[in-house]
T-cell receptor
Framework: DSGVTQTPKHLITATGQRVTLRCSPR?????VYWYQQSLDQGLQFLIQ???????AKGNILERFSAQQFPDLHSELNLSSLELGDSALYFC?????????????FGPGTRLTVT | AQKVTQAQTEISVVEKEDVTLDCVYE???????LFWYKQPPSGELVFLIR??????QNEISGRYSWNFQKSTSSFNFTITASQVVDSAVYFC???????????????FGQGTILTVHP
């Protein structure tokens, strides 16, 4: 158990819908990362937050957005969902934002868009 | 741009065999960090090791060992006397130290599926 929690574990929804994935980092960790794992794209970095502020952006679609709240939990919002958005979404956290800090991953949220 | 290549898509071994998972990376940074993660069938990603680019010492942890060779841009992972519980997908990842918009992200290889048969 990494200490990172993600809810829900599974999510099934229809195309065109909007969903929110939630992540609580390990106690004491200030940085949160979101990754998407799909069969065709593999594991891809989406976005990073540090202490409430966006710090880095990867291949995140405009239909997707995220935020980190004052209590440091983070939410990833996915809207106008398409079949291709079906994937495993991971949240990771680290103590700080430097590259030397290990990222500890949550169990993931499996999103299925039908 | 940074890139990680794990050329072995799938490896199948019998228990107690040694197995090496290959990882080759590309980066323009002089300082960078390499990682290995394990993804068991349950799906979570488990951190195994971090290696700094300026430290080329090999590392051993129990049955696991890592061989970092900067000259060939490789960071290979060996499991000695494999066990059924080692069956998982293994990912090699790279993280650069430079700032900018890529700061913080891990770039993963495509993963190697390891199956250890009893």
């Amino acid at each position: 158990d990494s200490g990172v929690t993600q809810t829900p574990k599974h999510l099934i929804t229809a195309t065109g819908q909007r969903v929110t994935l939630r992540c609580s980092p390990r106690s004491g960790d200030l940085s949160v990362y979101w990754y998407q794992q799909s069969l065709d794209q593999g594991l891809q970095f989406l976005i990073q937050y540090y202490n409430g502020e966006e710090r880095a952006k990867g291949n995140i679609l405009e239909r997707f957005s995220a935020q980190q709240f004052p209590d440091l939990h983070s939410e990833l919002n996915l809207s106008s969902l398409e079949l291709g958005d079906s994937a495993l979404y991971f949240c990771a956290s680290s103590v700080a934002t430097g590259p030397t800090y290990e990222q500890y991953f949550g169990p993931g949220t499996r999103l299925t868009v039908t | 741009a940074q890139k990680v290549t794990q050329a072995q898509t799938e490896i199948s071994v019998v228990e107690k065999e040694d197995v090496t998972l290959d990882c080759v990376y590309e980066t323009r940074d002089t300082t960078y960090y390499l990682f290995w993660y394990k993804q068991p069938p349950s799906g979570e990603l488990v951190f195994l090791i971090r290696r700094n680019s300026f430290d080329e010492q090999n590392e051993i942890s129990g049955r696991y060992s890592w061989n970092f060779q900067k000259s060939t841009s490789s960071f290979n992972f060996t499991i000695t006397a494999s066990q059924v519980v080692d069956s998982a997908v293994y990912f090699c990842a790279l993280r650069e130290s430079a700032g900018g918009t890529s700061y913080g992200k891990l770039t993963f290889g495509q993963g190697t599926i390891l199956t250890v048969h009893p």
